[in-house]
């Protein structure tokens, strides 16, 4: 059905860039809060950011605050994920999900309600 589609991983060298997409098949996209979530090999999944609806407020993980900024083109149906100075220990199958709501301030850093999950990117982190 792809509801949600990841785009943008790839193979990076430690210390570089990469820009994720989810591109969202949704209607009313402003009324989704949107997250991301990885998931490395022999670890648990995890949270590591979140966008509200509006856009206007977002919230990071300490292992990511500071290297990844999460931002929305509501026009283009679309959250993007930029992520800087990437580590090893950033390899991982990067997901996000969405949350309905109309509350367009609040982003959720949880899996518990989310509506509907993409497919996953991989981003591997090597030199």
């Known amino acids: 059905q792809s509801l949600l589609v990841e785009s943008g991983g790839g193979l990076v060298q430690p210390g570089g860039s990469l820009t994720l997409s989810c591109q969202a098949s949704?209607?009313?996209?402003?009324?989704?809060?949107v997250t991301w979530f990885r998931q490395a090999p022999g670890k648990e999944r995890e949270v590591i950011s979140c966008?509200?609806?509006?856009?206007?407020?977002?919230k990071y993980t300490e292992a990511v605050k500071g290297r990844f900024t999460v931002s929305r083109d509501n026009a283009k149906n679309t959250v993007y994920l930029q992520m800087n100075s990437l580590e090893p220990e950033d390899t991982a199958v990067y997901y996000c999900?969405?949350?309905?709501?109309?509350?367009?301030?609040?982003?959720?850093?949880?899996?518990?309600?989310?509506?509907?999950w993409g497919q996953g990117t991989q981003v591997t982190v090597s030199s």
């Open positions: 999900a969405t949350q309905s709501t109309l509350v367009t301030t609040m982003c959720f850093m949880t899996a518990t309600g989310m509506n509907f």
């Open positions: 949704l209607p009313d996209f402003s009324y989704d809060s």
């Open positions: 966008i509200s609806g509006s856009g206007t407020n977002t």
